[in-house]
T-cell receptor, first 114, second 114 residues
Framework: AQSVTQLGSHVSVSEGALVLLRCNYSSSVPPYLFWYVQYPNQGLQLLLK??????LVKGINGFEAEFKKSETSFHLTKPSAHMSDAAEYFC????????????FGDGTTLTVKP | NAGVMQNPRHLVRRRGQEARLRCSPM?????VYWYRQLPEEGLKFMVYLQKENIIDESGMPKERFSAEFPKEGPSILRIQQVVRGDSAAYFC????????????FGPGTRLTVL
C-alpha cells in the first residue's frame, strides 16, 4: 500500500522568497516520486520525478526536490518565488510494480505575494 | 506531437442520465489511467487500462461506473444514472510503460450533475 501526506494545504510566500512544499510518503517497496503543478481549470503538468539514482532531482521552472529515504520525504523547493508559481502542487507516489497507478496527496495551494 | 486529449471539456447532465468521457492517449502510449478530482481534493485513482484490458480497477465505484480501452479508438469512462455526487473533474493520463514512467495528463472533463 502507498500513501502521500502533504503538510500544509495552503502556503503563502513573498515574491523572491524561498518556496518549500512538504511531502511525506509511505510505500512498501522502493517508491517512484513525482511533483505536479496544476493551474486553475487545467490538467496536471509534471515538475520533476525521482526513480533511482541521484537523490536531488532538478525539474522545470527552477524547482527541485530531494528524496530522503530515512525521513520518507520528498520536499519541493525553489530558491526564489515568482508570481507565476502561484498554483496548486501535488506530490504523488507510484510503486515500482506493474500496477502503474499513482497515489496523490491532497495538494498544496501556493500563493505568491508581491 | 499532440498530448493527451479529453472530450468534452465540460459536460452537464441531469440526475439519472448517462455521462461518457473520452480520452485519447499520447501517440505511442498504450497505458491509460483515469483519476477523479473532487472540489478541494487531490486526485483519486479510478482505473488503469491497457489496450482491451482492465489492469487495475480498484478505485472504481462498484456500481454505475465502467471503463474501456478498445483496440481502436479512445478510452471511454462511462457513468450511468449520474447523481450529484458524481460532479467532479475527471482526468485521464497516459504512459508508455509502468512504474516510474511519466504519466502525461489531459486537460480533464468537468462533469456537472444538475
Amino acid at each position: 500500500a502507498q500513501s502521500v501526506t502533504q503538510l500544509g494545504s495552503h502556503v503563502s510566500v513573498s515574491e523572491g522568497a524561498l518556496v518549500l512544499l512538504r511531502c511525506n510518503y509511505s510505500s512498501s517497496v522502493p517508491p517512484y516520486l513525482f511533483w505536479y503543478v496544476q493551474y486553475p481549470n487545467q490538467g496536471l503538468q509534471l515538475l520533476l520525478k525521482y526513480t533511482t539514482g541521484a537523490t536531488l532531482v532538478k525539474g522545470i521552472n527552477g524547482f527541485e526536490a530531494e528524496f530522503k529515504k530515512s525521513e520518507t520525504s520528498f520536499h519541493l523547493t525553489k530558491p526564489s518565488a515568482h508570481m507565476s508559481d502561484a498554483a496548486e502542487y501535488f506530490c504523488a507516489v507510484s510503486e515500482n510494480t506493474n500496477a502503474g497507478k499513482s497515489t496523490f496527496g491532497d495538494g498544496t495551494t501556493l500563493t505568491v505575494k508581491p | 506531437n499532440a498530448g493527451v486529449m479529453q472530450n468534452p471539456r465540460h459536460l452537464v447532465r441531469r440526475r439519472g442520465q448517462e455521462a461518457r468521457l473520452r480520452c485519447s492517449p499520447m501517440k505511442g502510449h498504450s497505458h491509460v489511467y483515469w483519476y477523479r478530482q473532487l472540489p478541494e481534493e487531490g486526485l483519486k485513482f479510478m482505473v488503469y487500462l491497457q489496450k482491451e484490458n482492465i489492469i487495475d480497477e480498484s478505485g472504481m465505484p462498484k456500481e454505475r461506473f465502467s471503463a474501456e480501452f478498445p483496440k481502436e479508438g479512445p478510452s471511454i469512462l462511462r457513468i450511468q444514472q449520474v447523481v450529484r455526487g458524481d460532479s467532479a473533474a475527471y482526468f485521464c493520463a497516459s504512459s508508455s510503460g509502468t512504474g516510474g514512467d511519466t504519466q502525461y495528463f489531459g486537460p480533464g472533463t468537468r462533469l456537472t450533475v444538475l
